[in-house]
């Protein structure tokens, strides 16, 4: 679901967080998770925002970072380590990893360490969740691939007339991306789970879900 689109004219923290306050004016609560890359204008805006939601960082972007700190002869052995660590079965499996991983390669490639190390929370937050839902959660694949399919539009633009006419399509082309984006299957196991991280969290519980005791709800990513 596309929430909202505005322009921005840096990724700053006052930016992110008035991008942020305006969809709180607008009813949204304080989510359990919130996904997000690297920047540190984001990152500071959302923990601002919403000090009780669990955050994760988009991992295909944390590998690629770690990965070009790497000589290429060694790339294809610390990524099967990495993956080995975020996709542990369970957040104690992927701490004790991390640790290895970094015992292992803090000598050979202390730069590549160091930027594992950093948000290492974040980078396992997934494996607190359902396992069939980690897969979905653990990048931010999904709108990163409705950005490429407004970039396609809009690259053939020689120049807009005004700034309207530039959100005018931008989300003309995020919009029906939004219209495929996957939904998570849940089960009441999961839904129950969920509450009670919810409520771990400090957050409101969620609104009344319609379903039937155990058959299989859908329920948007």
């Given at each position: 679901?596309?929430?909202?689109?505005?322009?921005?004219?840096?990724?700053?923290?006052?930016?992110?967080?008035e991008?942020?306050?305006?969809?709180?004016?607008?009813?949204?609560?304080?989510?359990?998770?919130?996904?997000?890359d690297?920047?540190?204008?984001?990152?500071?805006?959302?923990?601002?925002?919403?000090?009780?939601?669990?955050?994760?960082?988009?991992?295909?972007?944390?590998?690629?970072?770690?990965?070009?700190?790497?000589?290429?002869?060694?790339?294809?052995?610390?990524?099967?380590?990495l993956?080995?660590?975020?996709?542990?079965?369970?957040p104690?499996?992927?701490?004790?990893?991390a640790?290895?991983?970094?015992?292992?390669?803090r000598?050979?490639?202390?730069?590549?360490?160091?930027?594992?190390?950093?948000?290492?929370?974040?980078?396992?937050?997934?494996?607190?969740?359902?396992?069939?839902?980690?897969r979905?959660?653990?990048?931010?694949?999904?709108?990163?691939?409705?950005?490429?399919?407004?970039?396609r539009?809009?690259?053939?633009?020689?120049?807009?007339f005004?700034?309207?006419?530039?959100?005018?399509l931008?989300y003309?082309?995020?919009?029906?991306?939004?219209?495929?984006?996957?939904?998570?299957?849940m089960?009441l196991?999961?839904?129950?789970?969920?509450?009670?991280?919810?409520?771990?969290?400090?957050?409101?519980?969620?609104?009344?879900?319609?379903?039937?005791?155990?058959?299989e709800?859908?329920?948007?990513?």
């Amino acid at each position: 679901m596309l929430l909202a689109l505005d322009v921005g004219i840096r990724e700053s923290t006052a930016a992110w967080t008035e991008f942020i306050h305006g969809l709180i004016r607008r009813g949204l609560r304080e989510p359990l998770l919130v996904i997000t890359d690297g920047s540190p204008g984001l990152v500071s805006a959302v923990g601002s925002c919403f000090p009780n939601s669990y955050r994760q960082r988009c991992l295909f972007h944390k590998t690629q970072n770690v990965l070009s700190k790497i000589p290429e002869e060694a790339r294809e052995t610390v990524k099967s380590f990495l993956h080995s660590i975020y996709h542990a079965h369970s957040p104690e499996a992927g701490e004790q990893r991390a640790a290895e991983f970094i015992g292992e390669y803090r000598s050979l490639y202390p730069r590549a360490v160091n930027c594992f190390s950093e948000d290492l929370d974040a980078c396992l937050t997934h494996l607190k969740f359902p396992e069939k839902h980690r897969r979905l959660i653990r990048t931010g694949n999904l709108i990163e691939r409705a950005f490429g399919e407004q970039r396609r539009r809009t690259k053939v633009i020689p120049r807009f007339f005004d700034e309207k006419s530039c959100l005018k399509l931008a989300y003309g082309s995020l919009i029906r991306a939004a219209e495929r984006f996957q939904r998570v299957k849940m089960t009441l196991l999961d839904i129950q789970r969920l509450e009670t991280m919810r409520r771990e969290r400090g957050l409101a519980p969620e609104p009344t879900l319609d379903y039937k005791l155990g058959r299989e709800v859908r329920k948007s990513a």
